[in-house]
């Protein structure tokens, strides 16, 4: 998505647009009631803790949760 530059003075029919484009474009990136799958041995659910770390979620056979610690680095 690319936000316009802003007009040199305030104009309020500028302004409008631009907000609704960004919502349009987040309506776009997020789903609302609705389910999100994954599926596939590439996808992940990853957590961030509040120290920082961050872990993989995953889910065996028997419906078992478990984590992986991933470290402080971003995946």
Known sequence: MTIP?????Y???SFRRIVSDIEQTLDKTRRKNEDIVLDG???RFILRSPDGTYFSLSVDNAGTLSTTNLGT???
Do not use: G, L
Request: aromatic share 0%; glycine share 0%; proline share 29%.
């Open 41 to 43: 041995s590439n996808a």
């Open 11 to 13: 104009d309020e029919t």
């Open 73 to 75: 680095t971003p995946p």
């Open 5 to 9: 530059r802003p007009p040199k003075s």
